[in-house]
């Protein structure tokens, strides 16, 4: 990218992004970086028609304000974006490290307590969220930042983020999720693929995200070499066609932990958490 200056930062090399974004590694070149240094960019890609070019500048612009609401420890800031030169970018807080896919990939296996903590920082985000009115409609591993040293946990990405009771800003994907290939896994509630995503909505995919995440990192004795499929294929399989109600059904852990998953994905809405500070509460047994 030839147009390097953005709010005083110079950009470096790509971290991540989607479809239409990149994300860079941004590095200041002044005194007193506005921002910190370094910081994340993220930059638009408009290489599209007209029509579709107004509906992306609008999707990020919207993205971007109600990133810039969030002020918690477990959410990825945003500072600031608007047009840098040519370029539309979002210029956010960088966190050292990856998304917790990326992590669910790798081989190395954590300690129950560690996984534990991984996700109640993400819930504690997700709860500053939703206290904020916001339904973030996206919650999966790839929306999940961690430091390498696991100890900081931040949730990004309000692409497709509902604001309820605001008549005048039409939810842009109201039947917007994420499922993966082959559709092993599906994070989007049942009502949300019907265009009714309500904080429950999130709530259901945040309990198949604890689900996935303590079925591939689980340390258990004698299995720490299997990969991230070994792990997940069959067990999300059973689960799939309603042989067991979570896909760490059979893994070593605490049978309450196991109900609150299953309350956390209850297809029924009357039998899953009203709230993810009810679901925080009961998590909390498990933090040491």
Known sequence: MRDKNFGGYCL????????????????SFLAHPPYGNPVAIKILNLKAG??????????????????????????????NFGRFNRYYAMIMEYVDGKNLKEILYEREKFPFETIIKICYKAGKGLSYIHQH???????????ILVSKNLEIVKITDFGIA?????????????KGGTVTKFGIISYVAPEQEEGNATFQSDIYSFGVTIDEVITSKLQIEGYNDEDYLKRINIRANKKNTGKTPIISYDL???????KIIEKAINPDLN???SSMDELLADMEEFIK
């Not at 007209?50 to 800031?77: G, T």
């Not at 009115?133 to 929306?143: A, F, M, V």
């Not at 070593?252 to 196991?258: G, Q, T």
């Open 271 to 273: 039998l899953r958490y």
């Open 12 to 27: 470096g090399e790509v971290i991540g992004g989607g479809r239409y974004t990149k994300v860079y590694k941004a590095y």
């Open 162 to 174: 509902k604001l309820p009771g605001k008549l005048w800003r039409k939810d842009i994907f109201p």
């Open 252 to 258: 070593p852990i605490p049978d309450k932990l196991k």
């Open 133 to 143: 009115n916001i339904i973030h409609k996206d919650i999966k591993p790839d929306n």
């Open 50 to 79: 007209i029509f579709e070019k107004s509906k992306l500048i609008s999707q990020f612009e919207r993205e971007a304000e109600i990133a810039m609401q969030l002020d918690h420890p477990n959410i990825v800031k945003v500072f």
